[in-house]
């Protein structure tokens, strides 16, 4: 379980394939603090340790189903990815309960900079009915925002300077994929109307 608060960025220093799945070489400071076994989410993707290289770097596998629902199978070296490692229970909430389960990517349609801070458009891929709504929680790589000015197709978040500076939002263009993670509770709320129970 995360919080969508990102702790730091990590950047792919390799991408091997074994077999079907994807092998993930991240440098990152975190890499010291790490354990073989330990969840880490990796653009809101929950990913687990499988090996700590050296000081500086981990390694973790991801499946097909991650590399193909996520914007993980899209990365390349030298890529940034946003980091955050597992809750600690006990500690502050500062984001919003995120599982690190990747509901679908969406486009960046545009961005524009606004009078210190930035305002990011995405258009969602997949048809409506979304789990979303209108000033609700969204986590975009990883990241727990707001959404606001909510379509059928598309809805907006606006990004501060802190966050704009320590996360892959600031190397983000137009066009490119996020992973999208839609709040739990209007997931499960989504799934009991629309279910015969």
Known sequence: MFTGIVETLGVIAEINTVKD???????????????????????GVCLTVSSLVNPDRYQVVAVPETLQR??????????????????????????????????QTAACKSIRELGGSWEFVFELEKEPPHPIVEKGSVCVNGVSLTCYNLTKTTFQVSIIPYTYENTNFKGLKQGQRVNLEFDMIGKYVQALMSSDC
């Open 21 to 43: 799945n994807g092998v993930f070489t991240i440098t990152s400071h975190l890499a010291a603090e790490l354990q073989v076994d330990q969840s880490v989410s990796h653009n």
């Open 70 to 103: 996520s914007n993980l199978g899209t990365l390349k070296k030298g890529d940034l990815v946003n980091l955050e490692r597992a809750m600690v229970l006990g500690g502050r909430l500062d984001g919003h309960l995120v599982q690190g389960h990747v509901d």
